[in-house]
């Protein structure tokens, strides 16, 4: 029994060692976690002064948090936690970001390429590593590390890598900044994968380099829905803010061809003119929301019923209905279509209209408008919409664009009706719209 005595101190020595280390490794963890100030993270390092973790949340703590700030010994904390757990990539670039905030570029460079060597397939990594050697005037090496860090940054998609949108917009952002818009370096670390060129395009488009998106946008394949239709309202809502009728119809007409919808023909101007689907900004709101495209679009007013109802069409299965029965606190201006046209050249907008107990009143009729879709105080017509109750009725109205009108924007309206007579609600249908240009 004695001889064994040596071996059970030994063994009871090392439970008590063991027991220790576990309670001051707890006991450090805790204070990390729930403690509040510089006082309780530096309680943790004396109970864990070897443990990486604990070293480098006082060093984050030091170094965004403390008032003021105390990089020196943030960095101490951090070079620490470097030597206690050489092989984990996240002190090193922890270290690295330090270095830099204290202006030792040097060291904060050594730094990140260490944390790109121990982690060289993770993003942060390779993105550290890039806007480092950007601030610090190595072009090429930063070109290339961002390419590798949106390769990384994303997931697969059909088996192939997808970068992360934010990933992409934030390094495009930051090349940008450094070098101004410079096209060839944005194309150096864009991907070649379908998602990626639309991201770029997308970028451009928002900032003013819309002749290098549509390029790309052309180029590109219509197979991916969420990024590929995000790129085509972006260059809806810059083209149109531009002026860019003839592009924008480009445009919509591949956002049309994508969901299945058919365009206008050469005859009729007018997309679905008889109201025979829904319109697709009932599948994409942004369209209504900023009057994106060349469909109609029906917005929601609180006191106007609009709908499309079947039975009633005066061809076709639908016709657009419009029921006032209530006091309206708001003018009705919400269903409209943005239609390209030529400058300078005649044209024939016609419709068919049917009421019931419309207001014969003329600060209360109905009536279809046609404005300059960039400037509606230069060209504004009115078409009155008969009072009473009458059945399908054709109207018409001819004008001819001015010399620098590319774009039109049609309107059903109707004034402000403040009384309502409930027994004689006011009903309007339209149907069957046709823009066509004259000899």
């Known amino acids: 029994m004695f001889k064994r005595l040596p071996l059970l101190i030994a063994v009871c020595a090392l439970a008590g060692w063991a027991g220790s280390f576990i309670v001051k490794t707890f006991l450090a963890n805790s204070l990390i976690t729930y403690g509040q100030g510089e006082e309780s993270r530096t309680a943790a390092v004396g109970y864990a002064p070897n443990n990486a973790d604990v070293l480098a949340a006082r060093a984050r703590y030091l170094l965004y948090r403390a008032d003021p700030p105390q990089p020196e010994q943030a960095i101490r904390d951090l070079q620490a936690a470097v030597a206690a757990s050489p092989y984990d990539y996240r002190y090193q670039l922890e270290l690295g970001k330090a270095y830099q905030g204290d202006g030792q570029m040097e060291r904060a460079g050594e730094a990140l390429q260490q944390a790109v060597k121990l982690a060289p397939r993770y993003f942060e990594t390779r ?32 088996g192939n890598p997808r970068p992360n949108y934010n990933a992409a917009m934030n390094s495009f952002t930051a090349v940008t900044g450094a070098l101004g818009l410079n096209l060839e370096a944005l194309r150096r670390i864009t991907p070649p994968d379908a998602v990626s060129q639309t991201y770029l395009a997308e970028f451009l488009a928002t900032h003013d380099a819309l002749e290098a998106a549509l390029p790309i946008w052309r180029s590109l394949p219509a197979n991916e829905p969420s990024s590929y239709y995000q790129l085509l309202f972006q260059l809806l809502r810059e083209l149109q803010a531009k002026q860019r009728y003839d592009d924008a119809h480009e445009v919509w007409n591949k956002l049309a061809a994508v969901a299945g919808v058919a365009t206008n023909s050469a005859d009729n101007l007018m997309s679905d003119p008889g109201f025979e689907r829904a319109p697709l900004s009932e599948a994409y709101p942004v369209l209504a929301d900023s009057l994106l495209g060349f469909d109609w679009i029906l917005r929601r007013h609180p006191e106007v019923r609009v709908r499309r109802i079947s039975g009633e069409a005066h061809q076709g299965n639908y016709a657009l209905q419009l029921s006032f029965n209530a006091s309206m606190n708001s003018e009705f201006q919400d269903v409209s279509q943005l239609v390209a046209v030529e400058p300078g050249r005649a044209y024939k907008l016609s419709y068919f209209v049917k009421t019931q107990n419309a207001s014969p009143l003329p600060n209360e009729a109905a009536f279809v408008e046609i404005t300059d879709a960039a400037e509606q105080t230069r060209f504004a017509l009115r078409s009155v919409v008969p009072g009473g109750t009458n059945n399908w009725q054709p109207q018409s109205l001819t004008f001819t664009t001015l010399p620098d009108t590319r774009a039109l924007r049609i309107v059903i309206r109707n004034p402000q009706i403040r009384t309502v007579d409930l027994a004689r609600v006011a009903e309007i249908w339209f149907d069957d719209f046709a823009l066509e240009k004259q000899n």
């Open 127 to 158: 993105w550290a590593l890039a806007n480092h050697q950007l601030r610090t005037g190595q072009t090429d090496a930063a070109l290339n590390e961002f390419r590798e860090a949106l390769q990384l940054s994303g997931s697969l998609y059909d």
